[in-house]
């Protein structure tokens, strides 16, 4: 695989390469570079969590050396399963178990729990050094990669820890590439931030997009840049709030159920969780083609061969919201049904999935 092949691969999928330059020469020089993602394992997983997933097998796949930080103790911090930490644990081992039911060969994966991070002195040492290089202001700033406000952190001071946890992850590990959702931005650019402060190397930052909740934002108008981080935050598929969020456990029926009660504005896609949908999943999957059934009145039955020919016919009106649903949610029970049948042909997978159902999500 030469360079373009790998760069366009690493790329793909993305909303943002802090910087792509960085990124087109680190793939140059450094033929296995460290990249990592770290995910606090907190409960059930929705289709929002594929896009990461599915980001992760790219990076893999071009020769990228891949860390996965199973944040255990950031977990904690943030509340997540009742502040259980054998819960948490017990999460992060089904997340492994989807990572390998969408095809990432977790052989190639180095798993890292976060408390073998912070057993370490050194980790600390990282962490203070970090705290000394920048200002309360700027880590409060960074409490929404958490989904806290800096109002939360003034009944919990570990919630203040937490940027520069995830700042020291960075440094400790000693990464050349951040992989995050959009929405954890705020640690990465403080982590390019304090690098240089602290004699420690750049990490390229790659975000990927976030999938809205499928009841779309409060505020049905368009967002400003100022708004992007509340706005994240608001309108992303959540576990804590079921009612927005496709699960990986969910029935065909459930996911046609969900689907057809989704928010869809005719002709609009910003904000619009079907179209996302297709953008960041469906039509990522080699081949994919959506199926669209319509009576002759309308159309007739047409076949969709990529995301820009979705988002130019539905823009223009050509295709009903209502028929889009339809194809859309044959499609994903589809994709779903061929996970779940690797996912949970195993008893202790299922077995910690239904310990999951039963315990109490609170964010």
Known sequence: MNHEEKLKIAVRNTVEVVTLEELSKLLVENPKPKGYIGFEPSGLIHIGWLVWMYKVKDLVDIGVDFYILEATWHAYINDKLGGDLELIRKAARYTRKALEAIGVDIGKIHFVDAEELVSDKEYWSILLKSAKKTSLARVKRALTIMGRTADEAETDFSKLIYPLMQVSDIFYLDLDIALGGLDQRKAHMLARDIAEKIGRKKVVAIHTPIVSGLLGPAKKKPVETSELDEVLSE????????????????SPDEIREKIMKAYCPPRTVEFNPIIEINKYLLFQQPGFVLHVERPE???????????EELESLYTSGKLHPLDLKKATAEALVKMISDIQRKLFSSSETVKILEELKSAKITR
Do not use: C, N, R, W
């Open 235 to 250: 309108v992303k598929m959540s576990k804590s709030k079921p009612e927005t969020a496709i699960f990986l456990h969910d």
């Open 297 to 307: 009145q309308y159309g007739g039955p047409i076949d969709i061969y990529s995301i």
